[in-house]
């Protein structure tokens, strides 16, 4: 599976931004899809997940402000991010895991939230 990510730049603090990220491939095999991002100077961490069956997950500093979304065939996963803080800056990174437990990143796209 392959991911392309887009949609990182530079945001104000209360704005919005729209990640997307499109995968190719083997998507079938597609179970999950989600978001991470990393801060400099910190560890990756979980934002956003989505199954195939529709359950979502989102960490507790991004729930009620990020909404992640995908198509129905698990080929683009989007991440829609309002009411952003300085401290949702990082490098944001799509991941998709498939039926075997595989998982695959794609390029980290970064998002910074700064007037």
């Known amino acids: 599976v392959q991911l392309q990510a887009s949609g990182g730049g530079l945001v104000q603090p209360g704005g919005s931004l729209k990640l997307s990220c499109a995968a190719s491939g083997s998507i079938r095999s597609i179970n999950v899809m989600g978001w991470y991002r990393q801060a400099p100077g910190k560890q990756r961490e979980l934002v956003a997940t989505?199954?195939?069956?529709?359950?979502?997950h989102y960490s507790d500093s991004v729930k009620g402000r990020f909404t992640i979304f995908r198509d129905d065939t698990m080929s683009t996963v989007h991440l829609q991010m309002n009411s952003t803080k300085p401290e949702d800056t990082a490098v944001y990174y799509c991941?998709?895991?498939?039926?075997?437990?595989?998982?695959?990143w794609g390029q980290g796209t970064l998002v910074t939230v700064s007037s």
């Open positions: 991941n998709v895991e498939t039926g075997y437990g595989i998982p695959y």
């Open positions: 989505i199954a195939r069956s529709g359950m979502t």
